[in-house]
């Protein structure tokens, strides 16, 4: 997945990928998110930080806030993070808030801005 040109502005955005836990909507126990990056050098627009978002019923949203914020590394394979507290919803946002990019302070001369964000895979459990 990877977001529209222009969704990150300077170094921080909210786009997020919506999940449905079940088919029919049923209120499921989260504890565990993974996530896939290509690692740097590899993938500059990849998601850094991440906060995951929840619902009971896919209208109204529950911000993760800092206790459900997470950090990727530079590593390939999936990336598991186990959640502060479970989380019981029928839906989640993995909202992203910043890519690799912005999170190494890169900025070379002449080089243009990643203005976009992304991620190979997403695991709940």
């Given at each position: 997945w990877l977001s529209a040109k222009g969704?990150?502005?300077?170094?921080?955005?909210?786009e997020y990928l919506e999940f449905r836990l079940s088919p029919d909507g049923t209120i499921k126990r989260l504890s565990f998110v993974g996530v896939s990056i290509p690692p740097l050098p590899n993938g500059p627009v990849s998601v850094r930080r991440f906060r995951i978002d929840y619902s009971q019923d896919g209208t109204h949203w529950t911000?993760?806030?800092?206790?459900?914020?997470?950090?990727?590394?530079?590593?390939?394979?999936?990336?598991?993070f186990r959640l502060h507290r479970p989380i019981d919803a029928s839906h989640v946002r993995?909202?992203?808030?910043?890519?690799?990019?912005?999170?190494e302070n890169v900025y070379i001369s002449g080089m243009?801005?990643?203005?976009?964000?992304?991620?190979?895979?997403?695991?709940?459990?």
């Open positions: 969704t990150m502005h300077s170094d921080q955005c909210e911000k993760g806030g800092e206790n459900y914020m997470m950090e990727t590394m530079d590593f390939n394979g999936v990336q598991t993995l909202t992203c808030l910043q890519n690799a990019f912005a999170a243009p801005p990643f203005d976009c964000i992304g991620l190979f895979h997403v695991r709940f459990k």
